[in-house]
């Protein structure tokens, strides 16, 4: 324990030989300004046995500091100043900035023993309360002795009048409110959520309550990432009781900019990411890392990694910006392991928040207003896709979600920002985070022979803002069942993990990558406008592929520039993300007529026309010699994983077109 006249000392030293600009500072603005700024750095440095005593007695701290400060700033009339308006002079407020890393306390760690004591702590903000006036020292006139008395009311969630004058000691009764000589200050709520980085996979996100006072409120916003520095302090609830709950008296918050500058790199692992880069089979590895113990998907996982390393987003000048986050969505059979895949994705990605839409629409996917039940105030709080900004947000169930979320989602994934506007409370989140989704097709498997947009419960528009689509399909083959069994039976004995990535060491790779912005020369980019132009000439009438689709494909070609820490982008980055992207088209939006697909078959409603399945209905309608029955067709069919639905309107369409007739009511026979 440090001895209390050496700390005086101390800190006087301190103030007279570290803090002369900031006394130069405060000499020029008092007592407009009344904040006293010390840097937690130079007291560090200062003395370390000082910096520990900030942390245990922080009330003690300031309160030698502010009187080392008034010994000091000589140029400064502390008393004077505001005479005139009949009040006192503003209390000097000594706030600490630049703490260092190593101080910082995760929100999970805060116990008891943390009550009183200054904390730094990190994480996302995901609550905001309105910004009301608050009395913070209530006055009151004693009829007894006729004195004023001051009561702190700061850490009371309601006005608390003493019980009998602490001068004279007469009851309650001849104490006397005095509103009008109340102090007030703007007050601020907050809830911070620990980020998703800092969590081990699985752990659900502890909370912490922060109040902001004064100067402090109004700059943060739900989503922000912030240092949080302050005294932990019990809340004093009107109910008397023994247990309290804490929140942290904030001192000073710092927003933290979402450019993974935080990511401390060893010179060790600097050393082995560029020797990864440099690896021939880099792509391969990477892909293969993903989820090993599902066997196969590897174009999904490869899809998966482009949304993870993501592409650079665009400033235009005019206001315009195109986003650098590619979204995936992975549409599969029920018997596709996509969930757990969903899940190991979200564990080896820097800054993800994983959510069901199904289960989201409580919290909300996007951000909701709500009353806040312990003091009744309006409360934004910021959901999934907020707190994701600057990761990845990663969706499942999405055909489940609720009306609100889902056109939500369309300002989510193309303006990456939502705009609040409810119960006065006026907002704009930002909600920088590529999209990987999953869903499964209305009938829970996939039919070969609609539309895939027919198959979906997902308006066509939402579609297409995914860059890539994915169908998997739970086909049996011998060989591959094979492989699955295999693949299975190893697992728990031993899957060969040994030349894979870690979990820890892609999910650091992929942050160390996000330093890189790859750009595309012109020449590059010629390849893919060549690529772009010979799919449309392909097809004259329909629109194979839009703009859209040109911009998801630079982004791909980015993220695989990215994989390989490269500042450029080269033909072979391009040529993959072709690779890539036509492969993935061809299985969802495949078009016979051209030989190649159209976009029109992802992102219309019943654009299929069906050609596929005319065929399969006239051959099945031949396989029977004199025609056979409607229902018949319609039973084999479903049978087949095709809805009656679109068996009838194909029905009705090929007799309208005469491809069909009815030589008798209800049976089919081809002309
Ligand atoms: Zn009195």
């Excluded at 055909?399 to 939500?408: P, T, W």
Aim: aromatic letters at 6%.
């Amino acid at each position: 324990m440090v001895k209390v006249n050496d700390v005086v000392g101390e800190i006087q030293g301190f103030v007279r030989l570290k803090c002369q600009k900031e006394i130069g500072r405060l000499t020029y603005e008092f007592p407009r300004n009344a904040d006293f700024y010390v840097s937690f750095r130079e007291l560090t440095k200062y003395s370390l046995k000082l910096s520990d005593y900030l942390y245990d007695n922080f009330e003690e701290f300031s309160q030698d500091c502010v009187s080392a400060l008034k010994d000091e700033a000589r140029g400064i009339s502390w008393n004077d100043t505001l005479r005139k308006n009949d009040r006192d002079p503003p209390e000097v407020v000594v706030r600490v900035v630049e703490v260092t890393r190593e101080r910082k306390k995760p929100i999970r760690s805060l116990r008891s023993v943390d009550l009183y004591k200054f904390v730094s702590v990190e994480g996302i903000v995901r609550k905001v309360s309105e910004i009301r006036s608050e009395v913070v020292s209530a006055t009151y006139f004693c009829r007894g002795c006729n004195r004023t008395i001051k009561i702190d009311q700061r850490h009371n969630d309601a006005l608390v009048k003493p019980e009998r004058c602490p001068e004279c000691g007469v009851g309650k009764s001849y104490l006397v409110e005095k509103k009008s000589k109340h102090e007030y200050n703007d007050i601020q709520r907050l809830v911070i959520q620990e980020t998703p980085e800092g969590l081990g996979g699985g752990q659900q996100p502890k909370q912490m309550d922060v109040r902001l006072e004064g100067g402090l409120v109004g700059d943060i916003t739900a989503g922000n990432r912030v240092v949080v520095n302050g005294v932990v302090v019990p809340i004093q609830t009107q109910k008397k009781g023994k247990v309290n709950a804490a929140t942290i008296d904030g001192n000073t918050i710092e927003k933290e900019e979402d450019d993974y500058s935080d990511l401390t790199v060893s010179i060790d692992e600097e050393t082995e990411f560029k020797a990864l880069s440099k690896l021939p089979n880099l792509v391969d590895l990477i892909v293969d890392s993903i989820s090993p113990s599902i066997y196969g998907h590897r174009d999904v996982k490869l899809g998966f990694s482009c949304a993870l390393f993501g592409g650079v987003a665009k400033d235009l000048g005019d206001g315009t910006r195109i986003r650098g986050d590619s979204h995936i969505l992975a549409c599969g059979d029920a018997g596709i392991a996509k969930s757990k895949m969903m899940k190991t994705v979200s564990n080896i990605c820097p800054r993800s928040v994983y959510a069901s839409g199904k289960s989201s629409s409580g919290v909300g996917l996007t951000a909701t207003v709500v009353r806040d039940e312990m003091d009744g105030r309006w409360t934004l709080e910021a959901g999934a896709a907020v707190l994701a900004d600057g990761g990845v947000l990663i969706l499942d169930e999405l055909d489940k979600m609720n009306e609100d979320d889902r056109s939500a989602m369309h300002q989510v994934m193309e303006d990456q920002e939502i705009t609040i506007n409810k119960a006065g409370v006026n907002a704009t989140l930002k909600t920088r985070c590529g999209v990987i989704a999953a869903c499964n097709p209305k009938t829970g498997r996939f039919s070969d022979y609609d539309a895939l947009s027919d198959q979906l419960d997902l308006p066509p528009s939402l579609i297409s803002r995914f860059d890539l689509v994915y169908a998997i399909r739970d086909i049996p083959e011998t060989k591959m069942d094979e492989n699955i069994a295999n693949h299975i039976l190893s697992r728990g004995n031993e899957i060969k993990t040994d030349n894979l990535l870690s979990p820890d060491t892609l999910r650091k790779y992929i942050a160390y990558s996000k330093r890189i912005n790859p750009v595309m020369d012109e020449a590059t980019g010629k390849l893919l406008g060549e690529y772009y132009v010979s799919i449309r000439e392909k097809s004259k009438e329909r629109v194979t592929i839009t703009p859209r689709q040109l911009e998801g494909l630079v982004r791909l070609s980015e993220s695989f520039a990215r994989m390989r820490l490269s500042e450029t982008v080269t033909p072979v980055d391009v040529n993959n993300a072709i690779r890539l992207f036509d492969g993935c088209m061809r299985n969802v939006a495949f078009d016979s007529d051209s030989n190649s697909f159209d976009i029109d078959k992802l992102v219309t409603k019943n654009s299929g026309k069906g050609r596929e399945l005319s065929r399969v209905i006239g051959d099945l309608i031949n396989s029977q010699e004199g025609g056979m029955k409607r229902d018949y067709v319609i039973a084999t069919l479903n049978t087949r994983g095709i809805t009656p639905e679109s068996v009838n309107k194909m029905v009705d369409k090929m007799l309208n077109e005469s491809v069909l007739y009815e030589p008798k009511r209800g049976l089919l026979r081809v002309m």
